[in-house]
């Protein structure tokens, strides 16, 4: 019979053209003296003519050094360098502040398809959208949990087309329409009430108009002449007070702004500080 | 009076044991400590080194023959992988009549499928030849993907103990 291909190669022959794609393990074309098995009781392992275990184990022996070079230098014709201009975060996200994200999967199998592939996340920052306040306060109403508060990203998240390329069209449609619709001033939009107020706002609520009732019956019971409510408005106390009681409702109670709030009620009520 | 008296009466009931069965058991016995066993006989039998080891040293001492995603945690397509599994092996039984020296590997590589086979010396080059080229084109227009056949041949199966 044919001896084996081993037997007549060079010690500098070209590797890569034995093995230039993954195969299985050839014994007649690895000229290695390898052993695999576990060994009979008082023997050795089995050689590795007709040895199934090597034929088993995935091998690399088409990834050595030198093939890997000549993938890259194969590849380096169709690589492009990386933009010098964009050579920090900051810059690529104020160039590119819309941030797309899809995964790929690999598995084996007589289908490459998998329908978990065609998921869509598209993310972007709202500082970089051109919003007034009105706009930036519909559109985090308008997304809901979509907005994440403290990082300031919109997340959407796109699955309801069959193909990726639909998803991310559909995704790019949802920002379209969010800026275009938050900027629009519906009619219905005037009735908005306190309840539905993003945040806590002094001017016109009940805690003025009792700070102002309390003031005015004090100055009245000490008979001074009229003091008008702008006046009381402009005071340093009054501003003080309106600045406690804004901190509390809209960042929560700390140490800090209960005695703030503490101190200015003293203030305004004139109570001298009890021992 | 009331302690004798109940035992007087549960011994005077009748033992209610369950009747014999004599349904039909139609399901066959599962052997499970037999299975995939070559019975130790007067050593004359050669065993090839993956029939003389038992399942329970899989990943011990074996690998496994055939190589997929299907069984991975958040994978599908196990159970049609092992369908055509059981195909391929019987295929290439009837494709080369006793020439297979061993069991046959099966590798997946994304939707490629490999085929490693051990032959034994019993054909000439040109039928080996053809066998390969009809198996690799029928199997590939049967499931629809690349099907390559990767032969190796040794002078007889390899034997690894006697048994």
Known sequence: HVPPRTERMDVDQDWSSVYPTAASFKPASVPLPIRMGYPVKGGVPPTKEGNLELIKIPNFLHLTPPAIKKHCAALKDFCTEWPSALDSDEKCEQHFPIEIETVDYVSAGTSIRNPKARVVTLSVKLSNLNLDDHAKKKLIKLVGERYCKDTDMLTITTDRCPLRRQNYDYGIHLLTVLYHESWKTEMWESEKTEEDMEEYIWENSCSQKNALDTLLRIKASENVSNVTEEELLASEVVKNYRNSVIALKNEGETENNMAQYKESVKKLLNIQALP | ?163
């Open chain 2, 1 to 163: 009076m009331a302690a004798p008296m109940a035992g007087w009466a549960l011994r005077a009931m009748p033992r209610i044991c369950p009747a014999p069965s004599r349904a039909l058991h139609a399901t066959p016995a599962c052997l499970k400590a037999r299975a995939a066993r070559v019975r130790v006989g007067k050593g004359d039998k050669a065993v090839t080194y993956e029939r003389a080891h038992a399942p329970h040293h899989i990943a011990h001492r074996k690998g496994w023959l055939s190589l997929h995603t299907g069984n991975l945690a958040g994978e599908a397509g196990a159970a049609e992988r092992a369908v055509e599994d059981a195909f391929l092996r019987r295929f290439l039984a009837g494709t080369f009549p006793g020439v297979l020296a061993d069991a046959a590997v099966l590798k997946r590589r994304a939707n490629l499928l490999v085929v490693c086979a051990v032959l034994a010396r019993g054909l000439p080059p040109a039928k080996l030849c053809f066998l390969t080229g009809y198996a690799e084109t029928l199997l590939t227009h049967f499931y629809k993907c690349p099907v390559r056949l990767e032969l190796q041949t040794v002078p007889a199966a390899v034997p690894y103990k006697y048994l």
